[in-house]
């Protein structure tokens, strides 16, 4: 207790409670292409329907498909993946201009929230009005307008034209007109409004019809498949630019598009929020007074009835370089930052690969690479032995690691959304097969074999390996598949990508010593800045040492030591302000070879005399 001047009680208490977390081992990583989405911006992902939204169907390019299908098929077996959308410096988004003409720009380039924040002033002074929330060609599917009483009201549109669709779509989306929204009324002044004999009242101003309707239309089909179908519907935002609504958050239109959209942000707002006194200035909502109101979309004043129009100029780019694949893998590099356990390669990529290898899960040390063969090299091979002697290259140039995994084929596989069959990596479901077996049993079980090792989704392997190629490819630590009689396609092996032989060239050692020391390290960090004396080092061991039980119990080790004293916290140690805690493990080995011997004896002979 500390020190006290004078008489008194102090009450103190010191939590001695603490205990060996449980860390999470089935969260995966991938960074790909994709029609749709954020770029370079993890987003967690837990079903392929939430992929779908969020990026788009698996359409065009290759690599998009595969993409897709890699982390579709990791999802198969868990639901749990971080993704990064990567683009091409060429990619664009789609736009639509603010002049009657609908044309803008098409340099604009916005990849996701962050880069709209940083760059708004620079999108607000150009020609363009809405633009398609990300990259890519698929936002020149959409048409977004907006309306306003002014607009609402109007009915000279020419029978038949695309203005009186559009205004008739208008009226079957909301259920009544945009007007002056409460918050505006009550920050615009009061009017002086007369009463019978010339007595006039004060009531708030209604006359400055800030409120709009906003609506993104489908109109190619790309998104719903369903051409001019109604995405979305914005119902009375505001042009006054610090407009709220009842519970408080923002009604200005450029932060409703923001938040809630998810395909178009407003850009150059002057069109739809100026004032009629001062055209070019985005106003507040206490400053149109009466007589100064925001202008009406009526055409009287240059502004369209219906602000807006179809998107177009949206690019994807060519296809993605090693490089621009790499800098969104290199979003999952800081543990600090993203907690990730299963990273997968996506479309089989070398450079890539080794980058994830090198650069990520062997500096990490707290996760694994999961990566795939090179397409010509499995896929419709000359022979078998033209198979085995291109997975040597490619994991020959891949190197050696015991924090990645490397599969033997592609899976042939239904596309359901272009209707035909294809190729696709198996890293995704060599990462799912791992978190399967993380929830069925733990992350130091082995995922391979007839118990864990069963792919989904599968069609045919794209080669078979015999016996003599499978001996050939599991001493390079290439995990072979087989389709064996009734059982479906099966993980046929358990290896990491390590070349000298120890426990961690074994996915369930290395995944072992990774939740031990993920697990371990958090718990002692509690100890940081207290004093390395007897009572620390029986406090490490206390917390460490029933830990470490549980996981034996739970037959992910066979036995263990735990030494935290004076033979390795020296006084050179302890002057140095360190801590040393030595834990040693024997880990649990799954079994890869099965030898049965059956012995046949004469019926005079006993067991006993034979051994038996």
């Not at 609506?215 to 709220?244: C, N, Q, Y």
């Not at 979003?331 to 890539?352: C, R």
């Not at 198996?426 to 090792?453: I, K, Q």
């Not at 917390?543 to 004076?566: E, H, M, N, S, Y």
Request: one cysteine or more.
């Amino acid at each position: 207790m500390p020190f006290q001047v004078s008489p008194g009680i102090v009450v103190t208490e010191r939590d001695l409670t603490t205990v060996v977390p449980n860390v999470a081992t089935s969260i995966g990583a991938i960074a790909g292409a994709f029609q749709w989405g954020p770029v370079l911006e993890r987003q967690t992902i837990t079903t392929e329907n939430d992929l779908v939204r969020v990026f788009g169907e698996p359409k065009g390019r290759p690599e998009v498909i595969e993409s897709f299908y890699v982390a579709s098929n990791y999802l198969a077996y868990t639901n749990n993946l971080i993704v990064v959308r990567n683009v091409t410096s060429a990619a664009r988004n789609s736009v639509v201009g603010d002049d009657d003409a609908g044309t803008a720009s098409a340099s604009t380039v916005v990849h996701n929230v962050d880069d709209y924040d940083s760059d708004i002033s620079n999108l607000s002074t150009g020609d363009v009005l809405f633009i398609g929330k990300y990259p890519g060609t698929l936002g020149n599917s959409l048409k977004v307008y907006a309306i306003d009483s002014a607009g609402w009201d109007k009915s000279d549109y020419t029978a038949g034209s695309a203005e009186e669709s559009i205004h008739i779509k208008f009226k079957s989306a909301f259920d009544r007109r945009p007007g002056t929204s409460r918050d505006v009324a009550k920050a615009s002044g009061w009017d002086g409004v007369s009463f019978g004999t010339g007595v006039k009242i004060d009531e708030p101003s209604t006359n400055n019809n800030d409120e709009m309707h906003v609506m993104v239309i489908d109109e190619m089909g790309w998104f719903t498949g369903e051409p001019g179908e109604v995405l979305e519907r914005h119902a009375f935002v505001s042009k006054a630019i610090d407009a709220k609504k009842i519970d408080g958050s923002s009604n200005y239109i450029g932060n409703v598009l923001r938040t809630q959209s998810q395909y178009v942000w407003l850009a150059d707002p002057v069109e739809l929020t100026a004032n009629s006194a001062d055209a070019g200035t985005t106003v507040h909502a206490g400053q149109p007074k009466a007589g100064n109101i925001f202008k009406s979309f009526n055409n009287a004043v240059d502004i369209k009835r219906m602000p807006g129009g179809q998107l177009t100029q949206g690019f994807d780019g060519n296809d993605i370089s090693a490089a621009e694949f790499i800098e969104g893998y290199d979003l999952f590099k800081e543990p600090e930052v993203v907690d990730v356990t299963l990273v997968m390669g996506g479309a089989g990529n070398i450079q890539v690969s080794r980058h994830i290898i090198d650069n990520i899960t062997s500096v990490r040390k707290d996760c694994i690479a999961l990566v795939s063969p090179l397409k010509a090299s499995v896929v419709n091979p000359a022979s078998n032995s033209a198979a085995v002697t291109a997975l040597e290259a490619d994991n020959t140039a891949l190197g050696s690691s015991s924090y990645a995994v490397m599969d033997g084929a592609w899976k042939y596989q239904y596309d359901r959304y272009n209707d035909v069959f294809r190729y696709i990596p198996m890293n995704g479901d060599m990462a799912g097969l791992c978190a399967r077996t993380d929830f069925t049993h733990d992350a130091w079980w082995s995922p391979a074999g007839y118990n864990r090792g069963t792919i989904k989704n599968i069609v045919k392997l794209s080669w078979e390996a015999n016996k003599a190629n499978r001996d050939v490819m599991y001493q390079l630590g290439i995990n072979p598949l087989i389709t064996p009689r009734g059982a479906g396609v099966l993980l046929f092996g358990d290896k990491t990508m390590q070349v000298i032989p120890s426990a961690f060239d074994r996915i369930n050692v290395r995944r072992l010593f990774i939740v031990l020391e993920k697990a371990i390290a958090i718990a002692a960090k509690s100890l940081l800045f207290e004093f390395n004396d007897e009572f620390t080092r029986a406090q490490f061991v206390n917390l460490v040492a029933p830990f470490l039980r549980d996981v034996q119990g739970r037959r992910g080790i066979t036995d263990f030591k735990v030494v935290c004293d004076t033979s390795n916290n020296t006084g050179q140690v302890i002057d140095t302000n360190n801590f040393v805690g030595d834990i040693y493990i024997k880990p649990a080995r799954s079994i890869n070879f099965i030898q049965l011997n059956f012995i046949a004896a004469r019926t005079d002979v006993s067991f006993s005399e034979i051994g038996g």
